[in-house]
């Protein structure tokens, strides 16, 4: 299973989304192989956000060696699920898709709910960690129940 996590600056939720699905996946024996990527470009080669490297830190959890990257239309071929954060980048990874097997990939991490951006706020940046978890547990609960 490739499984790619998306937002727009890739340095604060989807790195976390990133560390913290590959954290539980291996816990579960699960050879997942977890990604992230961001719409937006202005932090593209730079490390996660120091606060998100300290939230994953505090939970046991090294985010520090990622690399911001954009996302790359490419990026439909390569995995089988893209997560994305919030709903406008559902649409804007939508608007890249170039078919219907592309868009099918493509899901909110919480199902109904938006991962807020934490860019702004230092204090959402723990709240922000613990809704990404919940999101996992529920896909890697979804993915593994036939
Ligand atoms: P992220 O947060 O999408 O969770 O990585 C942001 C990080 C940087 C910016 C916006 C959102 N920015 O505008 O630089």
Known sequence: MKILMVCL????????????MEQMANEQGLNWEIESAGTGDWHVGEAPD??????????GIDISNQVCRLFRISDFDEYDHIFVMDRSNLSD??????????????????GDKIVPDPYYDDAQ?????????????????QLTTI
């Not at 606060?51 to 505090?58: D, F, G, L, M």
């Not at 990874?93 to 919480?110: G, P």
Request: aromatic share 4%.
């Open 50 to 59: 120091r606060r998100s490297i300290r939230s994953a830190k505090n939970h």
């Open 125 to 141: 940046f723990e709240p922000v960690f613990e809704m990404i978890e919940v999101g996992c547990r529920e896909i890697i609960k």
């Open 9 to 20: 600056g890739n340095i604060c939720r989807s790195p976390l989304a990133h560390g913290i």
């Open 93 to 110: 990874i939508l608007a890249k898709a170039r078919n219907k097997e592309d868009e099918k990939k493509v899901r909110l991490l919480l």
